[in-house]
């Protein structure tokens, strides 16, 4: 079921373009098009109820058939920025454990089996378990929160995510007192993730956040975007989404979730430990070792803009960090 | 075919081949398969171009010395100077389509990023090399000329470093660059040319 939330960044509703203005005549058109070709597609689908989510659809542009995307209920971030298109997030991904060259992730993550999935949740809690993913869908109402991603690698997105606050999970399984950290844990698939053989790493890929980082309700467990079950190319069906903080740190397919009392070491950290740290918030004013962090350029757009601390996020995570030195902690 | 033919048949070859990769991107671009973010693709595609022709351009005297494939050496001019087209093309991608113009943001691009300040060193180091690539300036210039020339080697090798310097972590295609020069650097020590040179007449006479 998709319920509407508001996530503590409120949106005047006079700052929303209406659709119809929003899409330009030439799109409205097509887009009309495909409305009646959706209209059609749906009638004869079997499942009803992956039709919950409103019906507003584009169309993919560039592909020999038309694919119906089910369109977000927001164009634009709360900040105005206009939210990506279906077709840039689902085919430019970072995605090691397929390849790492970004436009191939989709073609070979294609067909990889997301079904069945389970998550096992363990370490200092209380009431550890393994979790089925559709289980967790049931059990946690899905919002759709519009949030930016900020890759280390200096190139941006808006994205429409569909998920639950991670801490609605955290507070099931009741972390112990003793619990200070979360380790996350992406799926180990040599055979269908060709990446994972790569030796320049040490797989699977670890995350981790501080704990009250996970409680932050902006940490979102995602499972959608753009209104549909996440694609495996974006990290399906289960992912971490972490606003604040390089992409890299919003960990794909993840299979365990661990609480702890050490800091977790992550892929990177292990990888470049002086390039990459626990921390890794955006920071205009704190580099890589390599390149400068204090402009990005959003894909779909030329020229840059200037990096904001925490990707524009202060206001409800810079309290997080008080008395922080964030250089050395980056 | 005379000699004379089959030098120009070369070289149209050569102008061809070199051409290629600009229009496999102009062919892309226009057919929208750069992808969601064309202004990377861009810059990756010709500063690879630029790479691979550049080993090309070292590799041409070596062929010569090892080969005798004076042939080799009539393309090595050509090859430079579209070393340089590409690495124009891809800094004009970097300040049009990445930066816009926007000086301030370029300005920071280049200081406080060192594979940009490897890479911009090295478009530098090869304006008077192409300025230079006549037979005009190398009667004028005599001897300078040739070691005017040799900056060639340090080209390479700041190009290879900015290559490494901005990959993420998986070296594997930079390391295949670092040997390949390497290599096109080693054959020209002298001893080293020497030692090949003999091998070669030993091999000839008993065959």
Not at chain 1, 116 to 124: A, D, F, N, T, Y
């Amino acid at each position: 079921m998709l319920i509407k939330k508001q996530t503590g960044i409120e949106i005047p509703s006079s700052q929303l373009t209406p659709q119809s203005l929003y899409l330009s005549r030439r799109t409205f058109m097509k887009a009309a098009t495909a409305v009646t070709v959706a209209a059609l597609l749906a009638s004869c689908a079997p499942n009803e109820a992956e039709t919950a989510v409103p019906a507003i659809v584009g169309t993919v542009e560039g592909e020999g058939e038309t694919a119906v995307i089910p369109s977000p209920s927001t164009q634009t971030d709360e900040l105005g920025n206009a939210i990506n298109s279906f077709e840039e997030i689902a085919n430019y991904n970072n995605y090691y454990e397929f390849t790492t060259e970004k436009e191939d992730v989709a073609e070979l993550a294609a067909g990889y089996p997301l079904s069945p999935w389970q998550i096992e949740v363990s370490g200092m809690v209380k009431n550890p378990g393994v979790y089925d993913i559709d289980k967790i869908r049931q059990d946690f109402d899905q919002e759709e929160r519009v949030y930016r991603l900020r890759c280390v690698e200096t190139w941006a997105m808006v994205i429409p995510w569909m998920g639950f606050p991670l801490a609605k999970l955290l507070n099931k399984v009741e972390p112990t007192g003793k619990a200070a950290y979360v380790r996350f844990e992406t799926i180990h698939d040599p055979d269908n993730m060709p990446g994972q053989k790569s030796a320049w790493f040490e797989w699977p890929y670890i995350e981790g956040l501080r704990l009250d980082e996970a409680m932050n309700d902006l940490t979102l467990l995602a499972t959608g975007l753009y209104g549909q079950e996440l694609l495996p190319q974006n990290g399906g069906p289960v992912r971490l989404v972490v606003p604040w903080k390089y992409g890299f740190k919003s960990i794909k397919s993840i299979v365990k979730i661990e609480l702890t009392d050490k800091i977790p070491t992550s892929l990177w950290m292990a990888s470049a430990p002086n390039e990459y740290g626990f921390y890794a918030n955006v920071n205009p004013n704190v580099d890589h070792p390599r390149w400068s962090q204090g402009a990005e350029r959003v894909i779909g757009k030329n020229g840059r803009q200037h990096t904001t601390l925490y990707n524009g996020y202060a206001e409800q995570v810079a309290h997080l960090y008080d008395g922080m030195d964030l250089a050395a902690n980056f | 075919m005379n000699k004379k033919q089959k030098r120009q048949l070369l070289q149209t070859m050569a102008h061809l081949l070199a051409l290629l990769p600009l229009a496999l991107l102009i062919w892309d671009n226009s057919q929208t398969q750069l992808g969601a973010d064309p202004t990377n693709a861009i810059i990756l595609r010709t500063g690879k171009t630029a790479l691979i022709l550049l080993m090309f351009t070292l590799a041409c005297s070596p062929v010569n010395t090892l080969f005798r494939w004076g042939w080799a050496m009539a393309l090595r001019k050509m090859l430079g100077l579209y070393v340089i087209l590409y690495v124009i093309l891809h800094l004009l991608t970097f300040a049009w389509l990445d930066y816009l113009f926007d000086w301030e943001f370029i300005w920071e691009a280049v200081l406080d990023q060192r594979f940009v300040l490897v890479g911009f060193t090295a478009f530098l180091l090869l304006i008077p090399l192409a300025v230079t690539s006549n037979r005009y300036s190398m009667r004028k210039l005599g001897k300078r000329w040739r070691q005017l020339h040799r900056l060639i080697y340090l080209i390479g090798i700041l190009s290879v470093i900015h290559f490494m310097w901005l990959v993420k972590n998986v070296y594997t295609e930079p390391i295949i660059f670092a040997v390949i020069l390497g290599i096109l650097l080693l054959l020209r020590i002298p001893s080293v040319k020497r030692r090949i040179a003999k091998w070669r007449k030993g091999h000839r006479f008993s065959g």
